[in-house]
């Protein structure tokens, strides 16, 4: 497991990434990406995972009005990045990329309650704590070593303080196995490290998990149905919403349906 100074270290060759985008992405990494974001996106909004997950984001940020928020990871700015800005009390938004959060600030530039900084969560450098809500959309599998992340979140975090997450897992065979064979050729792979079965029991150990769905189990199988003649879109769609729901309430309560998931959201509160 890599130490703090260590992941800082890597950290660095993490903004040099983003800020060059597509640039220093090797083509099976672009290749990912693609897939990732035509694919995976589109299953996610046909079939209604992305608003339903954007959704209870919202609810679980609850009354805004007197809350100070971390939104980590945001690059330029993501789904609820605005709608946090404009609505909290104190609004900070965290990236490394230094070029996406010129970008975001200058959106931020009327709210006087918020700010954009470029700098590395772990390091000394942001010295900013006791918020209320922690955002981290895509964001906590970017640490390799959980126990480090672990431990810097519950120090950002006020008394009660939330972590709302949204990360991809790497606990369902088929995907492990697909992971397994791009890893090597991965221009990323320093920096993504999907969530184990011990990530998430690691996390579970030091928060509360106050709520939690799962993702794309049953229903990443959906891609399937493009390949069936003569099924008509509506059809396709409803059974993939089906899939969806299935795995939005068993996960919530039941591990092993949960670690075939692709993705989790949860809402973790600080101990």
């Known amino acids: 497991m890599k130490t703090q100074e260590e992941i800082i270290e890597i950290n660095k060759r993490q903004k040099d990434f983003y800020n060059y985008k597509s640039g220093k992405k090797n083509l099976p990494t672009q290749m990912w990406y693609y897939f990732r974001e035509k694919t995976l996106k589109k299953i996610r909004k046909d079939i209604g995972i992305l608003n339903e997950s954007y959704e209870i984001h919202k609810t679980w940020f609850g009354d805004l009005s007197n809350k100070k928020v971390l939104d980590l ?26 070029v996406a959060i010129a970008s ?39 640490f390799q070593n959980p126990d480090v992340l672990i431990a810097k979140l519950d120090e950002k975090l006020a008394p009660n303080g939330v972590i709302i997450s949204y990360d991809p897992l790497e606990t369902s ?22 969530f184990t079965k011990k990530t998430y029991f690691k996390f579970a150990k030091t928060f509360t998990i106050v709520e939690r769905h799962g993702l794309l189990g049953q229903a990443k199988w959906y891609f399937i149905m493009n390949f069936i003649p003569f099924m008509s879109e509506e059809k396709k769609q409803s059974i993939g919403k089906k899939w969806h729901k299935k795995d939005w309430n068993k996960s919530a309560t039941s591990d092993s349906h949960m670690f075939k998931c692709m993705h989790l959201t949860m809402l973790m509160q600080k101990k």
């Open 173 to 194: 065979l088929p995907i492990k196995i697909m992971r397994v064979m791009y890893r090597p050729f991965q221009s990323d792979k320093d920096w993504e490290w999907p």
């Open 104 to 142: 975001l600030a200058e959106r931020l530039k009327s709210l006087p309650n918020a700010e954009a900084l470029a700098a590395d969560f772990l390091s000394e450098e942001f010295a900013e704590k006791d918020f209320d809500i922690i955002y981290a959309y895509g964001v906590l599998h970017h």
């Open 73 to 98: 990871g945001c690059f330029a700015g993501n789904h609820w990045s605005m709608y946090l800005a404009e609505h909290s009390k104190k609004y900070i938004a965290l990236d490394l990329s230094d």
